[in-house]
């Protein structure tokens, strides 16, 4: 599985225009690591955001594109530059609300938006990941493929795939059951195609998941030992 591991990727600068709640918004990191201060409801999870939109060209929030435009404005903008293994690049992603979405690195514009996932890699905290633990099952699997789609282009190229086949493959059906009529040809078409690229999703996620599990016990055990540490020493 090829991986992007190694690669490094620091955020050092973001502007944002009409996002959200936000009109116009330029901040400056130069430390490891930064924190962002401010009231309930002045927009710090927005500008998490906003981060995440150059990352992924979507919100983590909000599918809606036209619904993350600060209300009464036409569209919004924002703009990131990066240090991407010692060198320099700029990503920026347009929303116009009567027009597409366009997403460019250092001004070009991307075909598919695809083409950028993994580039920048992001983990992203949030108050609601306990969902992972309590919740469906569909949940992590989306969590799954976040992580994988980021470090293998293979991944998200089956996952686009195989999401688009199911979904042409479930109207298919319908139509055979509105019409009465079945074409057994073509739907063995779309199963060939389903089955290729489940397979090799069903892989990479059993491979995740061994992987991660060792992870996961590791930790666990560390912090289940410091927690009797605390208990003995009382």
């Known amino acids: 599985m090829p991986l992007n ?3 490094y990727v620091f955020l050092n600068s973001l502007r944002l225009f009409n996002f959200k709640n936000h009109a116009e918004v330029n901040l400056a990191f130069d430390t490891p690591v930064n924190c962002i201060v401010g009231k309930n409801g002045s927009g710090k999870t927005n500008i998490l955001d906003a981060i995440h939109y150059l990352s992924f060209s979507k919100s983590s929030l909000n599918p809606s594109d036209a619904q993350n435009i600060k209300h009464q404005e036409s569209g919004f903008f924002l703009r ?3 240090t991407v293994n010692g060198k320099l690049k700029e990503v ?3 929303i116009q609300t009567a027009g597409k979405k366009v997403l460019r690195e250092d001004g070009q514009d991307y075909m598919r938006f695809s083409e950028h996932v993994g580039k920048y890699p992001v983990v992203l905290i949030a108050p609601q990941d306990i969902e992972l633990i309590w919740d469906g099952a569909e949940l992590r699997r989306r969590f799954v493929d976040t992580i994988l789609s980021q470090i293998d282009r293979a991944y998200l190229e089956h996952l686009i795939v195989y999401t688009h086949q199911l979904k042409q493959r479930n109207s298919l059906l319908k139509n055979f059951s509105d019409s009465g009529q079945v074409d ?3 739907l063995e078409t779309y199963n060939a195609r389903l089955i ?3 397979e090799f999703i069903f892989k ?3 491979k995740f998941c061994l992987e991660f599990a060792g992870r996961v016990t590791q930790h666990y055990q560390y912090l289940a030992a410091e927690e009797m540490a605390g208990i003995n020493d009382k």
């Open 5 to 7: 591991l190694f690669v």
């Open 80 to 82: 990131g530059n990066f």
């Open 92 to 94: 920026e992603c347009t």
């Open 184 to 186: 057994i040809q073509l």
């Open 196 to 198: 290729e690229s489940g």
């Open 204 to 206: 990479s996620r059993q």
